[in-house]
């Protein structure tokens, strides 16, 4: 939340849902208006309007001129939504573990052992792929899945592949709550 925190005027538990789905609402009417080529006038309204919505601190809050913008604003918002759908579960509380949020994503977190089948296919693809003048060091190794998915999954297909994501770690509350997989292993 240190990133949210920088850019919000207001605290994020503050901010609800309703207020942020109205302020995307408002996002695409300014889309709408940038691709029709509307004055900057009734764009720069809409920007105040998606800002009173949305309260954000001085250098954050400049008129929303660009789809660059846009799309900076709805990640903003995607990511308010993820935190108060993940803490209004947990009661805000600030001592629940990860596995409660993962839980409130409805997702599952293991630690996998060393000797664990899947962790060995991890750091055996890890290491196979890494690059000389930046060797890696493996400490630890999660498999995160969603069960709605995995129930859904046809293993039958017989064409499963191991795949690598990396991304900074605030990402990560955003990429499970929308990302649809099988299982993801996270590398920290």
């Known amino acids: 939340m240190g990133t949210l925190s920088a850019i919000l005027r207001v605290p994020v538990r503050s901010v609800a849902i309703e207020r942020v ?14 691709d029709s080529n509307r004055d900057e006038d ?3 309204t809409k920007s105040d309007m998606f800002f009173n919505l949305i309260p954000h601190r001085l250098g954050y809050d400049k008129p929303i001129l660009t789809k660059q913008i846009i799309a900076r604003k709805q990640d903003v918002c995607q ?12 009661g805000w509380s600030q001592l629940s573990d990860a596995a409660s949020k993962y839980r409130a994503l409805n997702c ?3 630690w996998l052992k060393p000797g664990h089948v899947e962790r060995e296919q991890v750091e055996k693809l890890v ?3 890494q690059d000389e003048d930046c060797p890696v060091t493996i400490h630890n190794v ?12 046809n293993h039958s297909v ?6 690598l994501h990396c991304s900074r770690p605030a990402n990560f ?8 997989f099988n299982k993801l292993i996270y590398i920290p």
């Open 79 to 90: 990511l308010i939504k993820d935190i108060v759908n993940a803490n209004e579960s947990t």
């Open 21 to 34: 789905e109205k302020a995307e609402a408002i996002l695409l009417e300014i889309r709408k208006a940038i």
């Open 108 to 110: 599952m977190i293991d």
């Open 173 to 180: 509350l955003g990429i499970l709550s929308r990302i649809h």
């Open 42 to 44: 009734y764009i720069k």
């Open 142 to 153: 999660f498999a995160v899945s969603r069960s709605i998915e995995e129930a859904g999954y």
């Open 158 to 163: 017989g064409n499963d592949k191991l795949l």
């Open 127 to 129: 290491i196979s792929t």
